[in-house]
């Protein structure tokens, strides 16, 4: 007999199960007092996917931590590493050790804005075990932190059917690419995702044990809140969805409103407030500055964060653009980019049989729940134009939601067609095979399935060029471990060589933590021919885009290039002849002819090189040349049209030599790539001089924007406001 064609029911005193008895009643058992609750079909119940769930989850538990020894340090993991350890002193000194919110110690100011419970464990087990290798353990409790996700999403599918949802959503979440990349190295997202949905299993076990909830429940649930708290101030988000909830159950459902206005209203307010309250307890109890002043240092961090202060130069939609300037559509569009097909297939058969089972119990209300907790937190930071980057790190957690939902929407097609073999294993064959392809992408391009692209977006290939890949610099570890087996011999014998890269902190910690003769040194990718490196790694983020798709990098000087879906996310290049160094070194000395000499013949090896033209273009600037400085700037922009350095100096050329026209239409095309402040000074004082006061004010405005303690902005701002008078 198949469960969703059955109105089952229980009475309101059955409703005061024991935890288990909760656990293990299904969502439909739940509605009325008058019939009683049927059985799952004979598979559905069949203890086989309860077993094959735990071996799944097993299996993961084993493989995950020891594979996330594979993927490299992230961007933001030394920081992130630093604030644990400087939390870790605060307790440890009885708060006398603020260094926690030192701006002298970190590279960022705002850190203390975060929750620290994860980074702080680390930091514990690290200084129990007196360890070197600190981000492997990152890495190992990150990966268990995937696990404990992995489980908690297998329980909210759970929670709407059985077993068979459960067993469902657990292949769907581990053939996740995106979430299964970051359960590795990104010990932040990972961890709140996981309390956001431990705390939506035991939303939906309150709501199904209303009027009377057990302590079990409430103690679970207040953990799982005040975990998701203490990860991100986002997880306050929590708190306000248990009461929008249980409001919307009193409303929603004839009996439970019955129960309450039948003399449970107090009790269960006092056992709510005692969630509440004891969740946020917890939530703060590792996070010095909350401690500090328990109300309002809180508060002050959630509106810290809802305006994130850093804008982030990245890559989107094939331009360079701003984090504070990203369109409204920005989440959604990763999504639909970024999740397998298998996902959507699912959200278009939960709608399918939602509108079958609309009137089925419970069914409607648990639904509407996770939709809303899946949806609402990309609304809300629409309406808030909310600063974003990084894809759709920061909201990784609506992701488990969505694939829980999925699953019952697929069990309940298998439910449906129960008695029809040919449909239901039809349909079972399908999933499976779309299963397949995330799980080929994932196996070919181990360690990078973070940035994984669908098949609707042509995969990486597709993506190259267009979006941020590796944002996160997680190729760094495969080109570090490359390099040291290739030259070992030299890096054995203690022979000095120089490693120039943007990822310092992965380079130093992947190569001179083991070899002290090879010298980590910070080299821009634009400024590579500047700085003194035999070797150097870059990743991709941050270069020009039609630099990217032109082939210019990793250009003429790539020695190993770390490949994901056979386009370039990172490479290791060596420097030989040394005519780019020589050139900029003479350059400095103010030996014009030499450096002029050494660029040449640079370029005349490596024509691929933007950053020689660049400097080249630079000297025939000072020497008056200044159409072959434009040549070299024009040699650039054929290949990157939209390249922003080269269009900025081409068009300062232009305001040098008083030709207003050319400059302005020059400077134009960078603003419309994207809002860069210096560029929008210039067009104000370019509009200033052509007399347009209005459109010079609407440009400085922008400017001040972004960057509203630049004084020489705030400077023409006056001159300009003063003659609009």
Same mark, same amino acid.
């Given at each position: 007999m198949?469960?969703?064609?059955?109105?089952?029911?229980v009475?309101?005193k059955?409703?005061?199960?024991?935890p288990?008895?909760?656990?293990?009643?299904?969502?439909?058992?739940?509605?009325?007092?008058?019939?009683?609750a049927?059985?799952? @079909?004979?598979?559905?119940?069949s203890?086989?996917?309860?077993?094959l769930?735990?071996?799944l989850?097993?299996?993961?538990?084993?493989?995950?931590?020891y594979?996330s020894?594979d993927?490299?340090? @992230?961007?933001?993991?030394?920081?992130?590493?630093?604030?644990?350890?400087?939390?870790?002193?605060?307790?440890?000194?009885?708060?006398?050790?603020k260094s926690?919110?030192?701006p002298?110690?970190?590279?960022?100011?705002?850190?203390?804005?975060?929750?620290?419970?994860?980074?702080?464990?680390?930091?514990?087990i690290?200084?129990?075990?007196g360890t070197?290798?600190?981000?492997?353990?990152?890495?190992?409790?990150?990966a268990?932190s995937?696990?404990?996700?992995?489980?908690?999403?297998g329980?909210?599918?759970?929670?709407?059917?059985? $077993?068979r949802?459960?067993?469902?959503?657990?292949?769907l979440?581990?053939?996740?690419p995106a979430?299964f990349?970051?359960?590795m190295?990104?010990?932040?997202d990972i961890?709140?995702?996981?309390?956001?949905?431990?705390?939506?299993?035991?939303?939906?076990?309150?709501?199904?044990?209303?009027?009377?909830?057990?302590?079990?429940?409430?103690l679970?649930l207040?953990?799982?809140?005040a975990?998701?708290? @203490?990860?991100?101030?986002?997880?306050?988000?929590?708190?306000?969805?248990?009461?929008?909830?249980?409001?919307?159950?009193?409303?929603?459902?004839?009996?439970t409103?019955?129960?309450?206005?039948a003399?449970?209203?107090?009790?269960?307010?006092?056992?709510?407030?005692?969630?509440l309250?004891?969740?946020?307890?917890?939530?703060?109890?590792? $996070?010095?500055?909350?401690?500090?002043?328990?109300?309002?240092?809180?508060?002050?961090a959630l509106?810290?964060?809802?305006?994130?202060?850093t804008?982030?130069?990245?890559?989107?939609?094939?331009?360079?653009?701003?984090?504070?300037?990203?369109?409204?559509?920005?989440?959604p569009?990763?999504?639909?980019m970024?999740?397998?097909?298998?996902?959507f297939?699912g959200?278009?058969?939960t709608?399918?049989?939602?509108?079958?089972?609309?009137?089925?119990?419970?069914?409607p209300?648990?639904l509407?729940?996770?939709a809303?907790?899946?949806?609402?937190?990309?609304?809300?930071?629409?309406?808030?134009?909310?600063p974003l980057?990084d894809?759709m790190?920061?909201?990784?957690?609506?992701?488990?939601?969505?694939?829980?939902i999925?699953?019952?929407?697929?069990?309940?097609?298998?439910?449906?067609?129960?008695?029809?073999?040919?449909v239901?294993?039809?349909?079972?064959?399908?999933i499976g095979?779309?299963?397949l392809?995330?799980?080929?992408w994932?196996?070919?391009?181990?360690?990078?399935?973070?940035?994984?692209?669908?098949?609707?977006?042509?995969?990486?290939?597709?993506?190259?060029?267009?979006?941020?890949?590796?944002?996160?610099?997680?190729?760094?570890?495969?080109?570090a471990k490359?390099?040291?087996?290739?030259?070992?011999?030299?890096?054995?014998?203690?022979?000095?060589?120089?490693?120039?890269s943007?990822c310092?902190?992965?380079?130093?910690?992947?190569i001179?933590r083991?070899?002290?003769?090879?010298i980590?040194?910070?080299?821009?990718y634009?400024?590579r @021919?500047?700085k003194? $490196?035999?070797?150097?790694?870059?990743?991709?983020?941050?270069?020009?885009?039609d630099?990217?798709?032109?082939?210019?990098f990793?250009?003429?000087?790539?020695i190993?290039?770390?490949?994901?879906?056979?386009?370039?996310?990172?490479?290791?290049l060596?420097?030989?002849?040394?005519?780019?160094?020589?050139?900029?070194?003479?350059?400095?000395?103010n030996?014009?002819?030499?450096?002029d000499?050494c660029?040449?013949?640079?370029?005349?090896?490596?024509?691929?090189?933007?950053?020689?033209?660049?400097?080249?273009?630079?000297?025939?600037?000072?020497?008056?040349?200044?159409e072959?400085?434009?040549?070299?700037?024009?040699?650039v922009?054929?290949?990157?049209?939209?390249?922003?350095?080269?269009?900025?100096q081409?068009?300062?050329?232009y305001?040098?030599?008083?030709?207003?026209?050319?400059a302005?239409d020059?400077?134009?095309?960078?603003?419309?790539?994207?809002?860069?402040?210096e560029?929008?000074?210039?067009?104000?004082?370019?509009?200033?001089q052509?007399?347009?006061?209005?459109?010079a004010?609407?440009?400085?405005?922008e400017?001040?924007?972004?960057?509203?303690?630049?004084?020489?902005?705030?400077?023409?701002?006056?001159q300009?406001?003063?003659?609009?008078?």
């Amino acid at each position: 007999m198949s469960i969703k064609k059955t109105k089952p029911s229980v009475s309101a005193k059955n409703q005061q199960n024991t935890p288990n008895q909760t656990e293990n009643t299904t969502v439909e058992t739940l509605k009325t007092p008058q019939k009683p609750a049927p059985a799952w @079909s004979d598979i559905a119940a069949s203890p086989l996917f309860k077993t094959l769930f735990w071996v799944l989850l097993g299996v993961m538990a084993i493989a995950m931590p020891y594979l996330s020894f594979d993927y490299g340090v @992230s961007g933001d993991e030394n920081v992130h590493r630093l604030y644990g350890e400087k939390v870790l002193d605060y307790f440890l000194s009885f708060g006398a050790d603020k260094s926690y919110c030192d701006p002298k110690v970190f590279k960022v100011n705002n850190l203390f804005y975060y929750g620290v419970s994860f980074d702080l464990l680390v930091a514990i087990i690290n200084k129990l075990r007196g360890t070197t290798a600190v981000y492997e353990t990152r890495h190992l409790v990150n990966a268990l932190s995937g696990v404990f996700l992995f489980m908690g999403v297998g329980k909210l599918a759970k929670e709407l059917g059985g $077993w068979r949802t459960a067993f469902i959503a657990l292949v769907l979440i581990i053939l996740s690419p995106a979430i299964f990349g970051h359960s590795m190295n990104n010990l932040k997202d990972i961890p709140f995702a996981a309390g956001y949905i431990w705390t939506l299993v035991y939303t939906l076990r309150f709501i199904k044990e209303l009027p009377t909830v057990s302590n079990r429940t409430l103690l679970m649930l207040a953990l799982a809140m005040a975990l998701t708290l @203490s990860i991100r101030i986002g997880g306050l988000l929590v708190f306000p969805y248990l009461v929008l909830f249980s409001a919307t159950t009193w409303l929603f459902l004839p009996h439970t409103r019955a129960a309450f206005l039948a003399g449970g209203t107090h009790s269960f307010a006092a056992k709510l407030a005692l969630v509440l309250v004891g969740a946020y307890i917890l939530g703060i109890i590792t $996070w010095p500055y909350a401690l500090e002043s328990p109300i309002s240092h809180p508060l002050e961090a959630l509106g810290a964060m809802e305006k994130f202060g850093t804008s982030i130069r990245m890559l989107f939609e094939g331009k360079m653009i701003f984090s504070n300037e990203v369109p409204w559509y920005y989440i959604p569009k990763y999504f639909l980019m970024t999740s397998p097909i298998v996902i959507f297939v699912g959200i278009i058969t939960t709608k399918i049989m939602f509108f079958v089972h609309r009137r089925n119990g419970y069914m409607p209300l648990l639904l509407g729940i996770l939709a809303f907790a899946a949806t609402f937190p990309v609304v809300y930071a629409i309406y808030k134009q909310s600063p974003l980057y990084d894809g759709m790190r920061h909201f990784l957690f609506i992701y488990p939601v969505i694939v829980a939902i999925c699953a019952y929407g697929f069990d309940s097609v298998l439910d449906y067609f129960n008695e029809n073999n040919g449909v239901k294993y039809g349909f079972t064959a399908v999933i499976g095979l779309l299963c397949l392809l995330p799980l080929k992408w994932m196996i070919q391009n181990h360690p990078h399935q973070y940035i994984y692209f669908n098949e609707f977006m042509g995969g990486e290939k597709g993506a190259f060029g267009e979006y941020e890949t590796d944002y996160w610099m997680n190729s760094t570890r495969p080109m570090a471990k490359w390099f040291m087996e290739t030259y070992k011999k030299d890096l054995e014998s203690g022979k000095k060589m120089y490693i120039g890269s943007d990822c310092i902190d992965q380079i130093d910690y992947e190569i001179h933590r083991r070899y002290p003769n090879a010298i980590p040194t910070y080299v821009p990718y634009a400024n590579r @021919s500047d700085k003194k $490196w035999d070797y150097a790694i870059f990743v991709t983020r941050f270069i020009d885009p039609d630099l990217l798709k032109s082939g210019w990098f990793p250009g003429d000087k790539a020695i190993h290039t770390e490949l994901v879906d056979g386009v370039p996310v990172g490479a290791v290049l060596a420097r030989k002849e040394g005519f780019d160094l020589r050139g900029s070194e003479a350059l400095k000395a103010n030996n014009l002819a030499l450096a002029d000499s050494c660029y040449t013949a640079e370029l005349a090896k490596y024509p691929r090189n933007e950053a020689v033209r660049f400097n080249l273009a630079n000297l025939y600037t000072q020497l008056g040349k200044v159409e072959e400085a434009k040549k070299q700037y024009n040699a650039v922009l054929a290949v990157a049209p939209n390249h922003t350095f080269a269009l900025k100096q081409l068009g300062m050329i232009y305001l040098k030599a008083n030709d207003m026209k050319g400059a302005e239409d020059i400077l134009l095309r960078v603003y419309k790539n994207g809002k860069d402040p210096e560029t929008g000074y210039y067009l104000a004082i370019i509009y200033m001089q052509k007399g347009d006061v209005e459109s010079a004010a609407h440009f400085i405005d922008e400017v001040l924007l972004q960057q509203p303690d630049l004084q020489a902005a705030l400077d023409l701002q006056k001159q300009i406001y003063s003659r609009r008078r």
